[in-house]
């Protein structure tokens, strides 16, 4: 079992950034790829970003390509979300998560094992 806690949200003007954290429990972090996907009021989870184990490859939707950036440290056991010229369509709870099964990076939610509690996001226009 791995616990996921997420950290680093809150309320930024557009055009603003925020880094997101997750802080992995247990010591197989390295094994899992890892997803940001996040969630609007009254919209489905969505994928946001992904690395692979090895942090070598990455993964992004195409609405945040060019502005958000995933990376990891796998001796820290954390994932982050570097989150740059942030828009009012960003805002949404944003969840770490853990997939223990897969090689590559699932885009689909129900690909993932290990959820966070999640964290707020912002962007006031």
């Known amino acids: 079992q791995v616990q996921l806690v997420e950290s680093g949200g809150g309320l930024v003007q557009a055009g603003g950034s925020l880094r997101l954290s997750c802080a992995a429990s247990?010591?197989?972090?390295?094994?899992?790829?890892m997803g940001w996907f996040r969630q609007a009021p009254g919209k489905e989870r969505e994928f946001v970003a992904g690395i692979r184990r090895s942090g070598s490859i990455t993964s992004y939707a195409d609405s945040v390509k060019g502005r958000f950036t995933i990376s990891r440290d796998n001796a820290k056991n954390s994932v982050y979300l570097q989150m740059n010229s942030l828009k009012s369509e960003d805002t949404a709870v944003y969840y770490c998560?853990?997939?223990?099964?897969?090689?590559?990076?699932?885009?689909?939610?129900?690909?993932?094992?290990?959820w966070g509690q999640g964290t707020q996001v912002t962007v006031s226009s």
């Open positions: 247990g010591r197989t972090f390295s094994t899992y790829v």
């Open positions: 998560a853990a997939d223990k099964n897969s090689i590559t990076i699932a885009t689909t939610h129900f690909a993932y094992d290990y």
